[in-house]
C-alpha cells in the first residue's frame, strides 16, 4: 500500500475513533436532561432606540465592553461608534475602502477595527492627541476578505478571512503572530472565550474550529451543519458553543463532551442565519435570519419563544452589551435598533 | 511536485486528527447539567429574561409630567 493510501486509512480509522468516544459519553440528550425545566415565558422586546445615519447597508456592529457605546459598519464607507442611550454619533469614521464586512470595539475603549474586501483589517486609534480619528495600522497578510476580527487587547487583535485562515496580529508592529490554518472553506466568523484563552472559528467547510491562542492549535473541530456557518459566538461560561448557518439551523456544541448538544430548527424556517448572540445568563440565544427577522430560543429547551420584527431587510449582525441589559440588532436596511 | 506536498498535507491532517482524538471528554449529563445550572444560576441577573422595568431601564428614560 502506498504511503498516501496507509495516510488516508489512518485518517478515517483516527475519525471513526472519535466518532465512538464521543458515543461513549452520550449516556443522554440535552432534552432529556432538561425534561423536567419549564419553557421560558414568551419573551417581548421592544424597540427604544433606533440609530439612523448610515446610508447604506449595514453589515457589522460590536458593542463595546462595560458601555453603552457600540460601534457599527456599512458599505457607505464609514464606521460609526454611537452613544446608543442619547443615539447621538461619538464618531463618524470615513474609510479607505467603503466594502467592509466586519467591525469590532477593543476591550479598552481606546480602538476600533473593521475590514472586508480589501483583504487588511485597519485599525483606528479612537483617543488620538488631537482628537481625530486616525488609521493606527493596516495589517495586510491576508489574502482573502476579512470576514470578522476581534481584539484581545490593544496590542492583539485575532481575525478571519476568506482564505480559509485566521491570524493572531501584534498590533504595535503590525505582524503576525500565529496563523491559524486548518479550515477547508472561507472562514465567516469568530469569538474569543470569556478568559481570552481561545477563540472559535466557523467556516464555509460546515465546520466550527476551537483554538487554543497560545499554543496556536486546534483543539477540537465539530462538525453536523449542512452548509457554510455565518455565525459564530461562546456560551457564557465559555463551556459551550453556538454557531448559526444557511442551512437555516443554529447548533450548541459543548466544549468538555465534544460533541453537538442540540439543534435549533423550526420547519417554518427556510433562510439561513446571519447572526447570533447570547443573553447574559445563556437562557436566551437571539438569532438574526435572511428573513428579515430575529428569533429568540430558549437555549436549554430548544423552543422558540420570541421575534423581533422591526427590519425592513436582513438582520446582517446582532450583540448583546455585556451587562446584558440591551440586544442591538443591524440591517441592510441601514438602521439599528436597540432592543429590550 | 505536487505528490510530495500531497504528502505533507496529508500527514498533517492525521496528526491534528490524532490529537483532536486523544481529548478527554465529560459525560453529556454532566455538561447538560452544567449548562443549566449556569443558566438557573444567572437568570436573575439576566435582564433580557426577567424583563426591565421602565424605572430601571437606561434606554428608557422617565417621562416627568407636570401640570402646566
Known amino acids: ?340 | 511536485m505536487s505528490g510530495s506536498s500531497n504528502l505533507v498535507a496529508m500527514k498533517k491532517i492525521v496528526q491534528q486528527l490524532r490529537f483532536e482524538a486523544s481529548i478527554n471528554r465529560v459525560k453529556v449529563s454532566q455538561a447538560a447539567a452544567d449548562l443549566q445550572q449556569f443558566c438557573m444560576q444567572n437568570a436573575l441577573q439576566d435582564p433580557l429574561l426577567t424583563g426591565v422595568s421602565s424605572s430601571t431601564n437606561p434606554f428608557r428614560p422617565q417621562k416627568v409630567c407636570s401640570f402646566l
Open chain 1, 1 to 340: 500500500m502506498g504511503e498516501m493510501e496507509e495516510l488516508r486509512k489512518e485518517a478515517d480509522n483516527l475519525k471513526d475513533q472519535i466518532t465512538e468516544a464521543r458515543k461513549v459519553v452520550q449516556d443522554t440528550t440535552l432534552q432529556e436532561a432538561v425534561a423536567g425545566t419549564t419553557l421560558v415565558g414568551r419573551v417581548q422586546l421592544k424597540t427604544r432606540k433606533t440609530l439612523r445615519g448610515h446610508l447604506a447597508k449595514i453589515y457589522a456592529m460590536h458593542w463595546g465592553t462595560d458601555t453603552k457605546l457600540c460601534v457599527s459598519a456599512s458599505q457607505d464607507g464609514k464606521l460609526i461608534v454611537w452613544d446608543t442611550l442619547t443615539t447621538n454619533k461619538v464618531n463618524a469614521i470615513p474609510l479607505k475602502s467603503s466594502w467592509v464586512m466586519t467591525c469590532a470595539y477593543a476591550p479598552s475603549g481606546n480602538m476600533v477595527a473593521c475590514g472586508g474586501l480589501d483583504n487588511m483589517c485597519s485599525i483606528y486609534n479612537l483617543k488620538g492627541k488631537d482628537g481625530n480619528v486616525k488609521v493606527m495600522r493596516e495589517l495586510a497578510a491576508h489574502t482573502g476578505y476579512l470576514s470578522c476580527c476581534r481584539f484581545l487587547s490593544d496590542s492583539e487583535i485575532i481575525t478571519s478571512s476568506g482564505d480559509c485562515t485566521c491570524i493572531l496580529w501584534d498590533i504595535e508592529t503590525g505582524t503576525e503572530k500565529t496563523i491559524f490554518a486548518g479550515h477547508l472553506g472561507d472562514c465567516m466568523s469568530l469569538a474569543v472565550s470569556p478568559d481570552f484563552k481561545m477563540f472559535i472559528s466557523g467556516a464555509c467547510d460546515f465546520t466550527a474550529k476551537l483554538w487554543d491562542i497560545r499554543e496556536a492549535t486546534c483543539r477540537q473541530t465539530f462538525s453536523g451543519h449542512e452548509s457554510d456557518i455565518n455565525a459564530i459566538g461562546f456560551f457564557p461560561n465559555g463551556n459551550a458553543v453556538i454557531t448559526g448557518s444557511d442551512d437555516a439551523t443554529c447548533k450548541l456544541y459543548d466544549l468538555r463532551a465534544d460533541q453537538e448538544l442540540i439543534t435549533y430548527q423550526d420547519s417554518g424556517i427556510m433562510c439561513g442565519v446571519t447572526s447570533l448572540a447570547p443573553s447574559l445568563s445563556g437562557r436566551l440565544l437571539l438569532a438574526g435570519y435572511d428573513d428579515f427577522n430575529v428569533n429568540i430560543w430558549d437555549m436549554l429547551k430548544a423552543e422558540r419563544v420570541g421575534v423581533l420584527a422591526g427590519h425592513d431587510n436582513r438582520v446582517s449582525c446582532i450583540g448583546v452589551s455585556s451587562d446584558g441589559m440591551a440586544c442591538c440588532t443591524g440591517s441592510w436596511d441601514s438602521f439599528l435598533k436597540i432592543w429590550n
